[in-house]
Each structure stands twice: as C-alpha cells, then as structure tokens.
C-alpha cells in the first residue's frame, strides 16, 4: 500500500513563500508520475505541478515563474517551492503518486495554503 504524506502548508501574506513536501512510502517512488494538484473552495481540483521519473516538469500557467516542483528519489520525497504567493492560490493542496502502466493511482491528505494579509 502507497502512503503519502503532506507537510509545509500554512497561512502566508501575499508575496510570500512556502515549500511543500510530500514523503511517499510503500511504492516505487523513482518510476512515479508525481503531482500537487489544488482544489478551492467551490472548485474542481485542479494540477498545479507534475514530474516523471525522466525528471521532466510540467505546470499550470498561472503558477510558471512562481512554482518549482522538484523531487528527491533517495528521500522519497517530492517538494513544492511556492514563491510569490497571491491570494487566489489559497487552497487545499494534494500530493499525487501514479503509476500509470501499473494502475497505481494514491492521493495524499491534502495541506491548507492561506494565502492573505
């Protein structure tokens, strides 16, 4: 069974950064498509940030510039830099393992990021 698990959410002032984490236990994490995905208040969730196992990255336009997602495969871990916050990036934020080829498919516990003064 794949666990994930968040950290780093918080309340921050507009401008402002935070960098999440996202420890995977119980899968292969090296091979995995990683994701933080972002759901709002009466939104559909939404993905943010995406990396494969090739390292390659992929994001949402309104967070290129601001967002670097990057991962760590001796750690198990995928992380989420989020600088120069605003207010519409406030949201409950998911950390997403994939396997596609396996079926593999787990979803962490989601972190709340607040973003206002």
């Known amino acids: 069974q794949v666990q994930l698990v968040e950290s780093g959410g918080g309340l921050v002032q507009p401008g402002g950064s935070l960098r999440l984490s996202c420890a995977v236990s119980?899968?292969?994490?090296?091979?995995?498509?990683m994701g933080w995905y972002r759901q709002a208040p009466g939104k559909q969730r939404e993905l943010v940030a995406g990396?494969?196992?090739?390292?390659?990255?992929d994001y949402a336009d309104s967070v290129k510039g601001r967002f670097t997602i990057s991962r760590d495969n001796a750690k198990n871990t995928v992380y989420l830099q989020m600088n120069s916050l605003k207010p519409d990036d406030t949201a409950v934020y998911y950390c997403?393992?994939?396997?596609?080829?396996?079926?593999?498919?787990?979803w962490g516990q989601g972190t709340q990021v607040t973003v206002s003064s």
């Open positions: 990396t494969s196992g090739g390292a390659r990255t």
């Open positions: 997403n393992y994939r396997v596609p080829w396996k079926g593999a498919d787990y």
């Open positions: 119980g899968g292969i994490f090296s091979i995995a498509v």
